[in-house]
């Protein structure tokens, strides 16, 4: 049984005036229920995935909880302090440091110590 039923409608997608056939269509055709499809699933994604910055802080405070020894680079990051400002630090004798060949390794616990004095 078809149906006599002829309703014009504004396609949801490309906002063009169209005949439907049903009172639930909302595209002009296949191509826009597509496009909307595909666009509707994008958003769905992007939503869910988090901002680089807090996949970033998220990732980083996991990894630098689990490490006893930290890079000059995981110290500025655990500090928010600059590189310089821990050499600083390095150089007047608050943290002590260990240099291993070109890197600078410090023991989390002395860290801890600049905080706890």
């Known amino acids: 049984m078809s149906s006599k039923i ?3 409608k504004v396609c ?3 906002g063009k005036e169209f005949i439907a056939k049903t009172t639930v269509t909302k595209f002009c055709g296949h191509a ?3 496009k909307s499809y595909k666009e509707r699933k994008k958003t769905e994604k992007l939503n869910q995935v ?3 910055t807090e996949q970033r ?3 980083n405070f996991s990894q630098l909880n689990e490490k006893e020894y930290l890079s ?3 110290t500025c990051q655990l500090l928010g302090a600059s590189r310089m400002t821990i050499y600083r630090q390095i150089k007047n004798g608050n943290i002590s440091a260990v240099k291993l060949g070109r890197r600078t390794i410090i023991k989390k ?3 801890e110590k600049l905080f706890a004095s």
Do not use: G, L, N
Request: proline share 5%; glycine share 0%; aromatic share 4%.
């Open 6 to 8: 002829e309703i014009i």
């Open 57 to 59: 802080t998220d990732y």
């Open 72 to 74: 000059i680079a995981d």
């Open 50 to 52: 988090k901002s680089p």
């Open 12 to 14: 949801q997608h490309c």
């Open 32 to 34: 826009c229920a597509a």
């Open 109 to 111: 616990s002395e860290i």
